[in-house]
């Protein structure tokens, strides 16, 4: 049985590797915190949603994020990225948005007659301002769900008086 050796030279073989990059926002603000896979890796966002692996080997990924909180909706939680070449690198961005489907409304009254013009503000999950229609209503619509406090200001304390001008919402 004939045996033969070959040399290849002392070049060996070249390894191909680049690295997956990417940022995680929320209506354009960095997401932290979130579980960010690919290539048989995990890591977390930064401060500033951004995450990176290193290192990567040449081939197709599928890069996938989790952990973010239920009221955020993005398009797609995951995306395909292929390195390859030496140095690529693959960026995979999750843009996203909060799910704004929650509402406060009311209305202010003194001895059953509506005030107009009274001063609204919301603060909480989010904050906002309104003033009191001529029959006295108000509206936030397109919240995210959350808990709220609702604040009444700017009417005549001389000529109408309240128990409370504050009340807590879950």
């Known amino acids: 049985l004939p045996i033969a050796a070959c040399d290849e030279g002392s ?3 070249q390894i191909v590797e680049g690295s997956i990059v990417g940022t995680v926002t929320v209506e354009g603000n960095g997401l932290s915190g979130v579980t960010v896979t690919a290539a048989g890796q995990s890591t977390t966002t930064d401060a500033s949603g951004g995450y990176a692996f ?11 994020i989790s952990g973010f909180a239920s009221d955020i909706s993005f398009g797609s939680t995951s995306k395909g990225v292929v ?11 999750f843009d996203g948005s909060y799910v704004r489907t929650s509402a406060v409304s009311g209305s202010v009254t003194a001895d059953g007659m509506p005030l107009a013009g009274v001063t609204v503000s919301l603060s909480g999950t989010e904050s906002d301002q309104a003033t009191t229609g001529t029959d006295g209503s108000y509206a936030f619509t397109g919240l995210r ?11 005549d304390a001389n000529k109408y008086s309240f128990s409370s001008t504050s009340v807590s919402l879950n």
Not at 83 to 93: F, L, R, S
């Open 11 to 13: 070049q060996g073989v």
């Open 54 to 64: 290193a290192t990567v080997p040449a081939g197709s990924y599928t890069v996938a």
């Open 83 to 93: 390195i390859q070449n030496a140095g690529q690198v693959a960026t995979a961005n």
């Open 145 to 155: 769900g959350g808990a709220y406090n609702v604040t009444i200001s700017g009417f």
